[in-house]
T-cell receptor
Framework: NAGVTQTPKFRILKIGQSMTLQCTQD?????MYWYRQDPGMGLKLIYYSVGAGITDKGEVPNGYNVSRSTTEDFPLRLELAAPSQTSVYFC???????????????FGPGTRLTVT | DAKTTQPTSMDCAEGRAANLPCNHSTISGNEYVYWYRQIHSQGPQYIIH???NNETNEMASLIITEDRKSSTLILPHATLRDTAVYYC??????????FGPGTRLSVLP
């Protein structure tokens, strides 16, 4: 299993440009997540999905959009990039809440995004 | 906001046990304690979790006080590769994780 993969690894955007961060998992996990991590800070949840066709907002959703058409893929769309979106973006997946206490998340390697 | 309090940083000598504390005084009865770590700029890695009882796996041990208001993650024989930021998270069934700033552990040769 490759686990959770993310592309690209690095990207530089100009203000106002748009892009899609790709995330794929091969563990057949129902739950997927997008986090951002600013320098020296913890992770903040942007969006999450509990299954194909179902998405919901996290703590910091403004400026982002997501879709979940398949179990494997959960792309994150940035529209009209702003310098405040400069961050490292992590995608994660989990089996879900089948049983309380079995909720560990598996993270991808991250995408480092700079908006100038 | 994170429901936990952790020291900002700690040092540990290589080969010694690393004991990382976490305060979660407002934890509710259904909330689990999870530990993750983040090595350099990689994605966070799950370590261990528990509810009431102490837990041990191949990576670490988790000691939870009887009143559940605090816990300690123990790395029994720290190596240089254990240098990382360690996150303590409390979470109930159905909630999403809230990652605080964590503890930066430096394992020194």
């Amino acid at each position: 299993n490759a686990g959770v993969t993310q592309t690209p690894k690095f990207r530089i955007l100009k203000i106002g440009q748009s892009m899609t961060l790709q995330c794929t998992q091969d563990m057949n996990h129902n739950y997927m997540y997008w986090y951002r991590q600013d320098p020296g800070m913890g992770l903040k949840l942007i969006y999450y999905s509990v299954g194909a066709g179902i998405t919901d907002k996290g703590e910091v959703p403004n400026g982002y959009n997501v879709s979940r058409s398949t179990t494997e893929d959960f792309p994150l769309r940035l529209e009209l990039a702003a310098p405040s979106q400069t961050s490292v973006y992590f995608c994660a997946s989990s089996r879900g809440q089948i049983k309380a206490g079995t909720y560990e998340q598996y993270f991808g390697p991250g995408t480092r995004l700079t908006v100038t | 906001d994170a429901k936990t309090t952790q020291p900002t940083s700690m040092d540990c000598a290589e080969g010694r046990a690393a004991n990382l504390p976490c305060n979660h005084s407002t934890i509710s009865g259904n909330e689990y304690v999870y530990w993750y770590r983040q090595i350099h700029s990689q994605g966070p890695q799950y370590i261990i979790h528990g509810l009431k009882n102490n837990e041990t796996n191949e990576m670490a041990s988790l000691i939870i006080t009887e009143d559940r208001k605090s816990s300690t993650l123990i790395l029994p024989h720290a190596t240089l590769r254990d240098t990382a930021v360690y996150y303590c998270i409390v979470q109930d069934y159905g909630q999403n994780f809230v990652f605080g700033p964590g503890t930066r552990l430096s394992v020194l040769p």
